[in-house]
């Protein structure tokens, strides 16, 4: 439905305000530009409350938008029904969590498997590929263990090794270090960046570590519910914490 080369991101004066029960509302994108090309490796930083998870949700397709454009792959979100949101989500995305987001008495690779076997495909083919993910992230030997079993950074990996099961176009990570030590964070990142280089997937990453920000192609630095800076290199001190 999407042509390849088209599959790019571009948000104009996009607008997302919450309705509080006190019947408040609360603006918290005010108005946000960017652009994002296929197979970008792009960083989202940004203080606490600017947005960033926000706007990964909203392109993500989770959350619906208040006002403004927002493209993905030549499809305008808000043109979308609730039902084809869905689908489009499972066709072209994946998304990663701080938290891992594993289910806990599955194995490593029955986690893989699982969003192969939910769309459809026979237990025997789901293995294979399942083993070829791991394999992947270099977690073939843990392949049985449980996400208990696991270190951080393994399970980080066993939850990278199932987004590409979704054999997305885009993969959305919010803050996938968070809950990380510094070394391990690192070696994440470098696998995300391997990944968006070589399979030409574009990941969109919230960060707040100026170390991981400088790995990628292009950062864009949120303040307040915009972009108040993009960069395309040299990242800076005026970025978050
Ligand atoms: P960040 O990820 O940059 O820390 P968020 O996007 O999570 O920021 O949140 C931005 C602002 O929007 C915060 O002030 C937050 O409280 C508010 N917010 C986020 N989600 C909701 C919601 N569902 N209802 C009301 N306010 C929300
Ligand atoms: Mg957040």
Do not use: C, W
């Given at each position: 439905m999407v042509e390849e080369s088209k599959f790019a991101i571009v948000a104009k004066d996009l607008v997302k305000n919450f309705d509080l029960p006190s019947g408040d509302s609360v603006n918290?994108?005010?108005?946000?530009?960017?652009?994002?090309?296929?197979?970008?490796?792009?960083?989202?930083?940004?203080?606490?409350?600017?947005?960033?998870?926000?706007?990964?949700?909203?392109?993500?397709?989770?959350?619906?938008i208040t006002g403004g454009d927002v493209n993905v792959g030549g499809v305008q979100l808000d043109s979308l029904s609730s039902?084809?949101?869905?689908?489009?989500?499972?066709?072209?995305?994946?998304?990663?969590?701080?938290?891992?987001?594993?289910?806990?008495?599955?194995?490593?690779?029955?986690?893989?498997?699982?969003?192969?076997?939910?769309?459809?495909?026979?237990?025997?083919?789901?293995?294979?590929?399942?083993?070829?993910?791991?394999?992947?992230?270099?977690?073939?030997?843990?392949?049985?263990?449980?996400?208990?079993?696991?270190?951080?950074?393994?399970?980080?990996?066993?939850?990278?090794?199932?987004?590409?099961?979704?054999?997305?176009?885009?993969?959305?990570?919010?803050?996938?270090t968070g809950n990380l030590d510094a070394v391990t964070g690192m070696k994440i990142i470098h696998l995300l960046k391997e990944i968006s280089h070589s399979m030409g997937i574009t990941v969109i990453m919230v960060t707040h570590d100026h170390k991981a920000a400088m790995e990628t192609d292009r950062v864009y630095i949120l303040q307040e519910g915009k972009v108040i800076k993009e960069k395309s290199e040299e990242i800076g001190e005026r970025t978050s914490k």
């Open positions: 918290v994108l005010t108005g946000l530009d960017l652009e994002i090309y296929q197979g970008e490796f792009v960083a989202i930083m940004g203080p606490s409350g600017s947005g960033k998870s926000t706007l990964v949700n909203i392109l993500s397709t989770l959350e619906t039902n084809d949101l869905l689908n489009f989500r499972r066709a072209h995305s994946a998304i990663i969590f701080q938290s891992f987001a594993l289910i806990d008495y599955l194995t490593a690779i029955e986690n893989v498997k699982l969003p192969l076997i939910v769309r459809g495909i026979s237990q025997d083919e789901a293995e294979a590929k399942a083993l070829h993910f791991l394999e992947a992230v270099d977690l073939y030997s843990r392949k049985d263990h449980l996400p208990e079993e696991l270190s951080g950074g393994e399970q980080q990996r066993v939850a990278i090794a199932r987004a590409l099961a979704h054999e997305p176009k885009i993969i959305y990570a919010d803050e996938p």
